[in-house]
């Protein structure tokens, strides 16, 4: 029976991909698998475009712009 050697990792939004490549590089694996937490990374999105637009409202208010 052949043999392999898994890595495994997760990560979401904002993390480091360095530990993944330092097991691809040392750990002397044949994969790597991912469990990315998409529900988090697609909620730290959201939160970060939803204040962009509100910063983006307020330069452009009436009380920014003088009108």
């Known amino acids: 029976m ?3 050697r898994i890595g495994a990792g997760q ?3 904002g993390d480091s991909n360095l530990p993944a490549i330092e097991t691809a ?3 002397n694996v044949q994969y790597l698998c991912f469990d ?3 529900e988090l990374t697609l ?3 959201q939160k970060d475009r939803l204040e962009a637009l509100e910063a983006f409202r307020e330069k ?3 009380r920014f712009t003088g009108e």
């Open 2 to 4: 052949k043999k392999i």
């Open 43 to 45: 909620t730290i999105l």
């Open 60 to 62: 452009r208010s009436p």
């Open 11 to 13: 990560g979401f939004y």
């Open 25 to 27: 590089k040392r750990g």
């Open 36 to 38: 990315s937490l998409a």
